[in-house]
RNA sequence: GGCCCCAUCGUCUAGCCUGGUCUAGGACGUAUGGUUCUCAGCCAUAAGACACCGGUUCAAAUCCGGUUGGGGCUACCA
């Protein structure tokens, strides 16, 4: 029965790299049978924030990564760890100084770890300082309560990153001060930005939420996280959480880091979007408009347009500029596309004819417009382009867009009309 | 500086553990062509990598050593 655990400090919203560590353990709970924790590392009460708690918990419920049991708080468990450090000082491990606490650490000789990801890693305590144990003011050393917590909610497996492999051989030696058996590490290396320094803002964002407000689908963002540092070992790029837990092998994470790459995510996110039925995509297009501050458009508009631009979008939000013009008069104009498909005379006059035609036909709907579409181009001996370039610019504002004649049914006979006559005077 | 981790296309990776099947496979991105009213999508094609040096071996991307390069840690932060 394995026991994992993922530790966030409440000191800030939730990183996309706490993310992965939070996935990976997860996959390692779910995979093998077993737990997985949330442990609130708030020893630094200053910096802590409960907002920040909050925003964590709720980042996590929002990409799938449930927790298993009451979450516990370091700030709740000062007097454990002094406890603990004061038997440590007892059994003539550990000194105090003033009011620290500080543990002796054995020189000349060597800490062994075999990491489940890296393998064998050797340090030698002459490399290593006594270690605090209890600070001054009366708070514990993250390196003492990380082991005194880890032991007591018997955790089998820690899966974290890279940048507390040298934290592993001073808390092997507070396991064995503790006379407890320590639990197997296994370090997955960094999340790196694009030129290979730190993840920031210049990446696409540091935090999860920042990709969750962009109209990011936690499915996606799992996906591609999944798969930076962990292969299932052939070509299989979509894999939904469920499957990744049966695909799961620790054995095959990559002890190299990676560097975060926000087109592979976009491309990603597309797919998931293009998965989904329309109707499933209504209510997260839905929230995306409310984030947005704009008005939350009928249901059956939505819905079709939703079928129509499910194909050509990366995220949700790129949904709201698209389709701006079936939501209102006052959508953005392409003052290029314009200038190339409306200035002239002749498009005016080919819109105006265009338009009586359309007046004169019984239903609106795609195939009707487009039979009229055909007849007059061929009339006219032009090509069909010579009337569908202007006319979707009159109609939406854009050069770009979904097929015509579909977006001139779900706008309407009157109000294409309308754009049409006003853009042809 | 010291200690530690790492090194395959621009990026994510398969292959490495258990050398030969690798003139190194896939995906993203890029370029070109096809479909089409544009874009997206879909389809096809192309360019593009084993960091370097040495060793072991009949044979090395794969094992070993070194060099270079990148990253982490080096707090009474977590």
Redesign the pocket.
Known sequence: MARVRFAP?P?GYLHIGSARTALFNWLYAHRYGGAYILRI????KV?SEKRFLEEIMESLKWLGLDWDEEPIK?SERFDIYRKAAEDLVNKGKAYR??E?YIFKVDKGRSVEIDDMI??K????TD?I?DQ?MI???G?P???FCCVIDDAFLKITHIIRG??????TPKQVLFYEALGIMPPKFGHM??I?G?D???LSKRDGGTAVEEYRREGFLPEALVNYLL?????P???R?IMPLDEAVKAFDI??M??????F?I??L??MN?EYI?AKKAEALMPLIKKQFLASGKAVPEDNILLKVAELYK??IKTLSEFITLTDCFFGDDYAIDEKGREKHLSSAESKTILSEFADRLEKTGDFAHKTIEDACRIMAEEKKMK??TI??PT?MAISGK????????MMEILGKDKVIERMRKAAS
């Open positions: 400090s000191t590392e708030d020893t630094d910096r370091q100084e003033g620290a890296h393998g890693i050797t340090f030698n490399d300082k605090v600070k001054s003011d708070s050393a993250y390196n890279d940048d507390h492999v040298s934290n290396p960094l790196m694009q290979g320094s730190k798969l930076l540092g962990w292969s070992g052939g070509d790029e054995n095959h990559k002890g190299v880091q990676a560097k790459d087109q592979k976009r491309w597309g293009m194909a050509r069909a382009g569908i370039h979707r050069t770009q867009g979904a097929g015509l004649f579909e």
